[in-house]
């Protein structure tokens, strides 16, 4: 109990007020309330009314108290928060002086460390986006997946100038002749020589021949091999992976030295066919490069 006879007074208050009975301005039936922001939670589950001096005041129990006027919290006049208390909803309850003036010290309490954080709102948000991201690096372990590949640069062919060949004058009944083959050596310079040595030849092929170039002349190309002399086709196209780019084809004969060294080819000129050639002057064009893998 509240203590005092003046309880037994405000509770026999409260039970003819349930009996429809009109106490000042305020209708039994449903009573209008108005109370500050904060003053009071928004349920109101157990509610005592009492006669104090002519006013009404409200006492709530411990979990529910949240006034700041002393035991127990009056109603203040002319205030913003409006309940609703209806008859059927109230109930002849009381608490000790003790457990609500605990209770509101401990609102208090709260309250004032609401006031401290408002006041430090920056240094509020940095310190949860902190805990946040503490939270979650101790509440999972994420795991890292590196991958890559580790490539050897291409060597500088030919210093990296134009590989020109001239032919000279061909004879059309005589295409194939041995005498018109041409062998080229070019210097190559590779910054890394360790495996083998590839060179990928990129270009226009004529017909199903893997190592011959097309030219503008039809059924007239240019024959490719590594090496002097005609024993070893140098194939066109991309050949193998060395895991992100084309390499081409390995050197099998025709490279000498390592990381400063020589390619020798050999080019032949190539008729496809029995059909007579056209004459005039032919071109054909190719990229050429070389790396170790």
Do not use: W
């Not at 003819?16 to 449903?30: F, H, S």
């Not at 609703?84 to 608490?95: M, Y």
């Not at 099998?252 to 007579?276: A, I, L, R």
């Not at 050639?277 to 170790?292: K, P, Q, R």
């Amino acid at each position: 109990m509240i203590g005092g006879d003046d309880t037994i007074a405000d509770v026999t208050a409260v039970k003819k007020l349930a009996d429809g009975t009109v106490i000042k301005d305020m209708d039994a039936r449903e009573t209008v309330i108005s109370q500050p922001p904060g003053a009071y939670p928004p349920v109101l589950r157990s509610i005592l009314l009492l006669k104090n001096h002519g006013t009404v005041t409200v006492a709530v129990p411990p979990e529910l108290a949240y006034g700041d006027e002393g035991y127990p919290p009056k109603v203040p006049s002319g205030a913003t928060m409006v309940y609703t208390l209806r008859v059927e909803d109230v109930k002849a309850e009381s608490v000790s002086p003790d457990e609500y003036k605990n209770a509101v010290a401990s609102k208090k309490q709260e309250e004032r460390k609401i006031m401290i954080l408002k006041r430090s709102r920056p240094a509020r948000l940095m310190t949860v986006g902190l805990l946040l991201v503490s939270a979650q690096a101790l509440a999972m372990e994420v795991p890292i997946k590196i991958t890559g590949t580790i490539q050897i640069p291409p060597c500088l062919v030919n210093e990296g100038r134009r590989i020109e060949v001239d032919f000279g004058d061909v004879s059309v009944i005589d295409v194939a002749n041995k005498r018109n083959q041409q062998k080229v050596s070019i210097p190559v310079n590779c910054a890394y020589a360790q495996g083998h040595a590839y060179v990928k030849v990129t270009g226009t092929q004529l017909g199903s021949n893997t190592n011959v170039l097309a030219t503008n002349v039809k059924n007239f190309g240019i024959a490719l091999y590594q090496g002097e002399g005609v024993s070893t086709e140098m194939l066109l196209g991309n050949g193998q992976n060395n895991g992100k780019d084309s390499i081409g084809y390995r050197i099998t004969t025709g490279f000498t030295g390592s990381n400063s060294g020589t390619f020798t080819f050999t080019v032949v000129p190539y008729k496809q066919g029995n059909d007579e050639l056209t004459t005039g002057g032919f071109t054909a064009s190719a990229n050429m490069n070389i790396s170790y893998f």
